[in-house]
């Protein structure tokens, strides 16, 4: 009995450190100019136990580029995709961005869809930006409220870095639950 009460203060514990620390990173990235985020984020995306950069392998088209923001621009002239280490899957690939096959967001009218998360799933997210103003980021969710929207492309990176890196500190720090 006190076997189990104990593993469960650690859940509880393991659970706030968790969020603790998510909610920081989130502040200190949403306090980032997109200028600061960009040198940030370029440097992350070096990581490979996060990220696997798979080089542009071909021409865009340019009116497509065009409608793009300059941020997802510079992207998506270096790289077909960025991929989510850990994520992948045999039917459908792994998540992401995926600069190779921007079409219009299916969850949103009036955005293109840049990547995705979790297909064929309840939790299904695109990663969009808007045709025109405003610019941004969004998350799409199929099943959840409103979209969440970050200043630059280079946020959301950095917000995926860092979930990542927050698991995986708590995970080694708790042991895995």
Do not use: C
């Not at 995306?45 to 865009?60: H, N, T, Y």
């Not at 969009?128 to 610019?135: M, N, S």
């Not at 099943?143 to 950095?158: F, M, V």
């Amino acid at each position: 009995m006190f076997g189990w009460i104990k593993w469960l203060g650690k859940q509880l514990q393991r659970e706030k450190v968790k969020l603790q620390r998510l909610e920081a990173q989130r502040q200190r990235i949403a306090r980032l100019s997109v200028e600061q985020a960009r040198e940030e984020a370029l440097q992350v995306l070096q990581d490979e136990r996060v990220f696997r950069l798979v080089p542009a392998s071909g021409v865009r088209d340019a009116q497509l580029l065009a409608q793009l923001p300059a941020d997802v621009q510079e992207l998506a002239v270096q790289y077909d995709r960025i991929e989510l280490v850990g994520t992948e899957d045999e039917w459908r690939g792994a998540d992401g961005l995926d600069f190779s096959q921007i079409t219009p967001a299916e969850l949103r009218e009036g955005f293109l869809r840049i990547g995705r998360l979790a297909p064929d799933t309840d939790l299904y997210t695109e990663i969009a930006v808007p045709q025109g103003e405003p610019a941004g980021v969004y998350e799409l969710y199929w099943t959840l409220g409103e979209p969440k929207l970050y200043p630059s492309i280079y946020h959301w990176i950095l917000n995926e870095y860092w979930v990542d890196r927050v698991l995986r500190e708590v995970e080694e720090e708790f042991g895995e639950g």
